[in-house]
Nanobody
């Protein structure tokens, strides 16, 4: 079992930055692919960024060039650096982990965190 806890959300003005953290316990996160997802009210939950065990990354088109996913295996944590934030980035952000990067990109990961709210004001 892997337990995931997100942090770092908050309120920021458009154009600002936030860094989200996904801290794991139970098992080494280095053995799992990890994804960041977001869900706004009335919308489905979509993949924002994913990182494989080997470090390959995948991004949604709407965040390419603005968001960066990275992992620190020593801290058992995956980060999402979000720059040039826009009001449309407002959502609850979740991290999830799975042994398969395919499952992460499909949004069907085995382990999920509770989410952290990101609000971008205009």
């Amino acid at each position: 079992q892997v337990q995931l806890v997100e942090s770092g959300g908050g309120l920021v003005q458009a154009g600002g930055s936030l860094r989200l953290s996904c801290a794991a316990s139970g098992r080494p996160l280095s053995s799992y692919a990890v994804g960041w997802y977001r869900q706004a009210p009335g919308n489905r939950r979509d993949l924002v960024a994913g990182i494989s065990v080997g470090g390959s990354t995948d991004y949604a088109g709407s965040v390419k060039g603005r968001f960066t996913i990275s992992r620190d295996n020593a801290k058992n944590t995956v980060y999402l650096q979000m720059n040039s934030l826009k009001p449309e980035d407002t959502a609850v952000y979740y991290c999830a982990a799975d042994a398969s990067f395919v499952e992460v990109t499909a949004g069907t990961s085995d382990y999920w965190g509770q989410g952290t709210q990101v609000t971008v004001s205009s």
